[in-house]
C-alpha cells in the first residue's frame, strides 16, 4: 500500500505570494491533517479535514486555509506569504478523525525568501 | 494549556540502551505516541500506548507511562547508528495530537 504522498517537496516563493500544495493520503484513509514544523515553534497543528469537511482548526491566521476532495486528497493554500511561513508543511492520513494512528508524508519544505 | 515537554539532546554509545523522557500536562490524554524524524523526512510512528497501560514493549522498543506523574518515557535497547534521529513524544485525547519539541538522538560509535 502506497504511503502519504506530498507535492511537490520543496519550493520557493517570495513575500506576498501565494501557494498550495497537496497531499494524497493513504488509500482508505479519509482523514487528513496538516502540520507546520519549524525550529523555533515545532510541530503545530493546522487542521484536519474529514469527508470533505474541516473538523479542526489549530491556531492559524486566515491565510492558511485547505480543503479535501471527494476522493480524499487534500490541499493546504497560503496566501500572501510572510518570511515566517517558510517551514516544513506535514501531511498526515488516518482512517477515521479522532485519530488513533496517523501516518506522516515526507513534508513540502517551503522557504519564502 | 496542552503542553508537551522533552529534552532536546540525547548522546550514548552504540549498543547501550537509550531512555528518551516526556512530560505532559493533558490529564484526560488519551493516547501518547512516540515518532522518529530522520533528516529530510517525515515523522515515523513508532508506538504509541493507551492511557490505562504502564508499559508497552515492542522488540527493541519500550514505552513506560506513569500517569499520575504524566511522565512517558521511551526505551531503545541495544541503540544502532541507525537510531541517531529525532523523537517526538505526542498526546491526544481527541481532535489534534500535541507535540514535543523532539529530542536529537547521537550514537556514537
Known amino acids: 500500500k502506497a504511503g502519504v504522498t506530498q507535492t511537490p517537496r520543496y519550493l520557493i516563493k517570495t513575500r506576498g505570494q501565494q501557494v498550495t500544495l497537496s497531499c494524497s493520503p493513504i488509500?482508505?484513509?479519509?482523514?487528513v491533517s496538516w502540520y507546520q514544523q519549524t525550529p523555533g515553534q515545532g510541530l503545530q497543528f493546522l487542521f484536519e479535514?474529514?469527508?470533505?469537511?474541516?473538523?479542526n482548526k489549530g491556531n492559524f491566521p486566515g491565510r492558511f486555509s485547505g480543503r479535501q476532495f471527494s476522493n480524499s486528497r487534500s490541499e493546504m493554500n497560503v496566501s500572501t506569504l510572510e518570511l515566517g511561513d517558510s517551514a516544513l508543511y506535514l501531511c498526515?492520513?488516518?482512517?477515521?478523525?479522532?485519530?488513533?494512528?496517523?501516518?506522516f508524508g515526507p513534508g513540502t519544505r517551503l522557504t519564502v525568501l | 494549556g496542552e503542553d508537551v515537554e522533552q529534552s532536546l539532546f540525547l548522546s550514548v554509545r552504540e549498543g547501550d540502551s537509550s531512555v528518551i523522557n516526556c512530560t505532559y500536562t493533558?490529564?484526560?490524554?488519551?493516547?501518547l505516541y512516540w515518532y522518529k524524524q530522520e533528516p529530510g523526512a517525515g515523522l515515523q510512528l513508532l508506538t504509541y500506548?493507551?492511557?490505562?497501560?504502564d508499559m508497552k514493549q515492542d522488540q527493541r522498543l519500550t514505552v513506560l507511562l506513569n500517569k499520575k506523574d504524566k511522565h512517558l518515557s521511551l526505551r531503545i535497547a541495544d541503540t544502532q547508528t541507525g537510531d541517531s534521529a529525532i523523537y517526538f513524544c505526542?498526546?491526544?485525547?481527541?481532535?489534534?495530537?500535541?507535540f514535543g519539541a523532539g529530542t536529537r538522538l547521537f550514537v556514537k560509535a
Open positions: 498526515a492520513s488516518s482512517l477515521q478523525t479522532s485519530v488513533i494512528e496517523q501516518f
Open positions: 488509500s482508505g484513509h479519509r482523514s
Open positions: 479535514y474529514f469527508s470533505e469537511t474541516q473538523r
Open positions: 493533558d490529564s484526560s490524554s488519551t493516547y
Open positions: 500506548i493507551f492511557s490505562n497501560m
Open positions: 505526542a498526546e491526544t485525547g481527541g481532535f489534534k495530537t500535541i
